[in-house]
């Protein structure tokens, strides 16, 4: 089939580039001309897993091209996916919806054959209904043009593998027409079993706002145990291991920590409270209120345990922090807690050095005040804590043996509860993690531990660490 996907971020470069390689014939659109041309020339402007190889196989094919005239898409699509931003409005909590009715105003005049309009982003329940009048108000005299809306269900990291086999299909359409074109488009995933679930627009708009408020709430949900945890003693890690075993409720998401963050929870959840409460139902989401809170009180949580590891003072603390981006396996930094912790330690006056396998181009353009780069062992060089605020598995590979070498002070706050704990205190650190009880004893350094490079540091004592390489961390 031919088909267009209007708007090329996350998830509609990805989109644009699976439907290209399961045999359709796609037309990518964006209005970024940078971000335009690096797909044409096969190279993706993010980092996500699997990616690159999927879009050179579906340039490779002829079945994939980009261009920023939407024209061009009116010309050449039988389906139209819109996969354009949904960000939090300014002012509200509400979603800014300036972005779809920008592709629709743009598009149905100049459509000029049978189509359908197909949205993928995350709306308020009740968009595709309002859009389908705006359509209709736009459209030349004699084209029929039908609407339907196809949440995505991506996770950053994993898009290309929930793209091409997810866990579910869901379609909201007013018309077998239209779910007869959606089955086509999807053909073989439904060959390979995947379930599929056609319903109307306003169930289907609801499916991933509703499920983006579950996950959420059951992050904040641990995360209130962690701090309960932490008052008691109690361990949050045994306690998820132990509700996970039961299948009604699972061990996915149970991991207690910094909170969630990235494009997508965090104002999610804020636009649906906002949509209730205009359609006159608000106390019956007054928990998303809630989850909201517990999430944004981790990270003043994390603020207030690094003080007091620090000795209760931040001033001129030398400060490593492991992870910029929101989730491991992206390069993703919007709304990221990392930073927003790491931000809020420099404002106190602390010097941060912050450290991503991937993300750090990105978190120095986000946070340029912030040290960030992509070597460990000088964002770690005579740091008097190391605070690990992203999950990534770099770190949990991490010796910390040769870590320790480096450091002015073998003391780490894990605030994803990500690292082997025992090992680290195995290797002389002082461990603290949210929700988990921290035991008083600490075993020495071992002497016998290599320097985490050879550049950096002596066998003996601690090493000193020259100016120059300190200030080589870009800035």
């Not at 602390?350 to 991937?358: G, I, L, S, T």
């Not at 340029?368 to 005579?382: E, F, I, Q, R, T």
């Not at 450091?407 to 994803?416: E, I, N, Q, S, W």
């Amino acid at each position: 089939m031919r088909l267009t996907v209007i708007g090329t971020g996350y998830l509609g470069a990805v989109h644009a580039a699976c439907m290209a390689d399961i045999g359709h014939d796609v037309l990518g659109i964006d209005v970024d001309a940078e971000k335009i041309k690096a797909l044409a020339e096969g190279r993706p402007p993010f980092h996500e897993p699997g990616f690159a190889d999927v879009l050179t196989r579906a340039l490779a094919s002829g079945r994939l091209r980009f261009t920023t005239d939407l024209r061009a898409a009116a010309a050449h699509g039988e389906v139209h996916f819109v996969c354009v931003g949904t960000p939090q409005r300014a002012g509200s909590k509400a979603a800014d919806l300036r972005h779809v009715d920008a592709v629709v105003d743009g598009l149905a005049p100049h459509l000029r054959t049978d189509c359908l309009v197909v949205g993928k982003s995350t709306v308020p329940v009740g968009t595709t209904a309002r859009l389908s009048a705006r359509i209709a108000g736009l459209v030349p005299a004699g084209v029929r043009v039908e609407t339907a809306w196809n949440p995505e269900f991506l996770r950053e990291g994993f898009a290309v593998e929930d793209t091409l086999r997810p866990d579910r299909i869901v379609v909201g359409v007013t018309g077998p027409d239209a779910d007869a074109t959606l089955r086509e488009v999807y053909a073989p995933m439904l060959a390979a079993a995947v379930p599929y679930i056609s319903t109307d627009p306003n169930t289907a708009e609801l499916v991933k706002v509703a499920a983006n408020s579950f996950l959420a709430t059951k992050i904040s949900f641990i995360n209130a145990m962690a701090e309960i945890c932490d008052a008691t003693g109690a361990d949050v890690v045994t306690l998820a291991d132990a509700l996970g075993h039961d299948t009604r409720i699972g061990r996915r998401f149970l991991r207690a920590g910094l909170g969630f963050g990235g494009g997508c929870l965090p104002k999610d959840i804020r636009a649906f409270a906002a949509r209730a409460q205009e359609l006159g139902v608000g106390p019956v989401v007054d928990l998303l209120e809630r989850v909201d809170e517990i999430n944004e009180r981790q990270r003043t949580r994390t603020v207030a345990l690094a003080r007091q590891m620090a000795g209760g003072e931040l001033t001129g603390r030398r400060i490593a922090v492991l992870g910029a981006t929101f989730k491991p396996d992206s390069d993703d930094v919007r709304d990221s807690p990392a930073l927003a912790v790491a931000s809020a330690l420099h404002r106190e006056g602390a010097e941060v050095r912050v450290h991503d396998p991937v993300g750090a181009a990105n978190a120095r353009l986000a946070h340029p005040h912030l040290l960030c780069g992509s070597d460990l062992a000088l964002a770690c060089a005579d740091a008097d804590l190391v605070l690990l605020l992203t999950e990534w598995d770099h770190y949990r590979d991490v010796d910390p043996a040769r870590l320790a070498r480096v450091v002015a002070k073998p003391l780490v706050l894990d605030a994803r509860n990500g690292l082997p704990h025992e090992v680290w205190r195995a290797a002389g650190w002082t461990v603290k993690a949210l929700g988990r009880p921290a035991p008083s004893d600490r075993l020495p350094v071992p002497q016998s531990a290599e320097p985490l490079r050879t550049t950096i540091g002596s066998p003996a004592g601690r090493p000193h660490v020259p100016s120059a390489a300190v200030t080589a961390l870009p800035s």
